[in-house]
């Protein structure tokens, strides 16, 4: 039985699809149905039903694809264990930040597709909550503070930030000086999301209030500029309007926590060598230009 088509066959199973899985495998429609051909003539059984909304898993294709996944994932084992040292194939789908993702990682994934001629890489630019395992990604790059989940999680540096606002918007509502008068503000978020802060070495957990919301940090740091309200931002999204007095910090006695840049994958024992050398990859970045990040300030 073909490893290709035990592959595709789990994809379509996670994807809900046929022309889901074509574009997260980046292999046409046919090819996948090719696939689910040979490999349900080959069992002699339905594996999946087809829908107006796309495909469901039969009782026996429910069964098989638990067995197909390890299948594969115990190959890919394999072919890493006597791979020449450094040689990757196969591909590798990563999930990453549309804020500052195609500025700051792209140049580390440009650099591992150079190294590694053979492994196809196909990454995907968002600011939205990807879910890995449903989507089919290897890992994700994520930034800020984590929440709580069943991921795997490896930090690769510092991210530091801080509240800014325009000189226009402290003309005319004023400068919070502390976290209680910071409630009386205008926020922009990216959801409703809470703000810490340190005061000494206590952390202080804040629940900002604005009518301003966007999904993008650059967007916020655009509105922010606008006089929209107060943002906490990442000082490589903000580096250049403070610079230009075009935002300016706010509220620094009470400074937020440094956050942090991870390497997220799905559950599981073994990590796939491609998602160690990245993540590998990004660390050796963060310590080579500390500036980017506003690690220097």
């Known amino acids: 039985m073909d490893i290709e088509d035990l592959r595709t066959f789990v994809a379509v199973a996670d994807a809900g699809g046929v022309s889901a899985a074509a574009r997260r495998l980046g292999i046409s429609k046919s090819i996948v149905s090719r696939r689910l051909f040979r490999i349900e003539?080959?069992?002699g059984v339905q594996l999946l039903a087809r829908t107006t909304r796309g495909a469901a898993l039969t009782e026996a294709g429910n069964t098989f694809r638990d067995h197909a996944a390890r299948a594969s994932a115990e190959i890919d084992t394999a072919r890493e264990a006597i791979l020449p040292t450094g040689e990757l194939r196969g591909r590798l789908r990563v999930a990453m930040p549309l804020s500052f993702g195609p500025t700051h990682f792209s140049p580390v994934i440009a650099e591992m597709a150079q190294r590694h001629?053979?492994?196809?890489?196909?990454?995907?630019?968002?600011?939205?909550f990807v879910d890995l395992i449903a989507e089919g990604f290897d890992c994700a790059i994520r930034v800020g503070y984590l929440q709580d989940s069943n991921l795997i999680a490896k930090r690769v540096g510092p991210i530091f930030g801080k509240l800014v606002a325009s000189p226009a918007y402290i003309r005319t509502h004023g400068s919070p000086e502390?976290?209680?008068q910071l409630i009386d503000?205008?926020?922009?978020?990216q959801g409703t999301e809470s703000w810490q802060f340190m005061d000494g070495d206590r952390i202080i957990t804040v629940q900002p209030q604005g009518r301003f919301k966007a999904d993008n940090a650059m967007a916020l740091?655009?509105?922010?500029a606008a006089g929209l309200g107060i943002a906490w931002l990442p000082d490589c999204v903000t580096h250049d309007y403070v610079a230009s007095g075009a935002l300016v910090p706010v509220m620094t006695r009470y400074p937020p926590p440094s956050a942090?840049?991870?390497v997220v994958r799905p559950p599981g024992q073994h990590t796939a060598r491609k998602v160690r050398v990245l993540t590998d990859m990004l660390i050796a970045y963060f310590a080579r230009h500390p500036q980017l990040w506003g690690i220097d300030g």
Do not use: F, K, N
């Not at 503000?185 to 978020?189: E, N």
């Not at 740091?221 to 922010?224: G, I």
């Open 178 to 180: 502390t976290v209680d």
């Open 260 to 262: 942090g840049a991870y």
């Open 41 to 43: 003539a080959e069992l």
């Open 117 to 128: 001629p053979q492994l196809h890489i196909h990454t995907s630019y968002s600011d939205r």
């Open 185 to 189: 503000h205008q926020a922009l978020m």
């Open 221 to 224: 740091a655009a509105a922010a």
